[in-house]
């Protein structure tokens, strides 16, 4: 069975600049999330769907971080404008369904913003 | 609200030492229990779990065991090994959050030969 894949592994941007990542889920799973995981931080939660719908995006700044998941596949993550801040390690994960805790992740996307 | 608190790293080992990784929880409720390793290069992955209070999770050699009286869930393995070398995420789901995974802050393993 094929794994979470993301893409790019790395993107290096200057600050005010925009950047998006790409999540291929787990095929079947109806629940995608995006992680943000700052240097020698765990990962926190930016974002969850459940099929293409948003269950909770309490922790996503607003102003400049955007998400979608259309036809409840796929998922890109875009911030805009970049900060110094947003430099981390963006997780995708994927489960069958939400409420049980076992997710499986993808290797992440590592930004740097300059 | 809803919590974890590692142990701090990096800790360093020598093969087949024994291994403990302290991990304690503030939650309401009754939260299911995890922990999660990270390789270099990978992405996270489920290492085991427990659902409910006395419950033993177990994987690879590894233990950790659901203590609602103290509030932790400790990670222990007997012997390890280099290929343990990596980061280790305690983290718990609360009942009522919708699957949202709260982590601790990791803890770096490095074992020598």
């Known amino acids: 069975e094929a794994g979470v894949a993301q893409s790019p592994r790395y993107k290096i941007i200057e600050k005010r600049q925009s950047v998006a990542f790409w999540c291929n889920p787990i095929?079947?799973?109806?629940?995608l999330y995006w992680y943000q995981q700052i240097l020698g931080q765990g990962p926190k939660l930016l974002i969850q769907f459940q099929n293409n719908g948003v269950v909770d995006d309490s922790q996503l700044p607003k102003d400049r971080f955007s998400a979608e998941r259309l036809k409840g596949v796929d998922s890109t993550l875009k911030i805009q404008p970049a900060k110094l801040e947003d430099s981390a390690v963006y997780l995708c994960?994927?489960?069958?369904?939400?409420?049980?805790?076992?997710?499986?992740f993808g290797a992440g996307t590592r930004l740097s913003v300059l | 609200g809803d919590s974890v608190t590692q142990m701090e790293g990096p800790v360093t080992l020598s093969e087949e030492a024994f291994l403990t990784i302290n991990c304690t929880y503030t939650?309401?409720?009754?939260?299911?229990l995890f922990w999660y390793v990270q390789y270099p290069g990978e992405g996270l992955q489920l290492l085991l779990k427990a659902t409910k209070a006395d419950d033993k999770g177990s994987n690879k050699g590894f233990e950790a065991t659901y203590r609602k009286e103290t509030t932790s869930f400790h990670l222990e393995k007997g012997s390890v090994q280099v290929s343990d070398s990596a980061v280790y995420f305690c983290a718990l789901v609360a009942g009522n959050q919708g699957g949202k995974l709260i982590f601790g802050q990791g803890t770096e393993l490095s074992v020598k030969p």
């Open positions: 994960a994927s489960s069958l369904r939400q409420g049980i805790g076992i997710q499986y």
């Open positions: 095929s079947g799973h109806a629940t």
């Open positions: 939650a309401t409720g009754y939260p299911s």
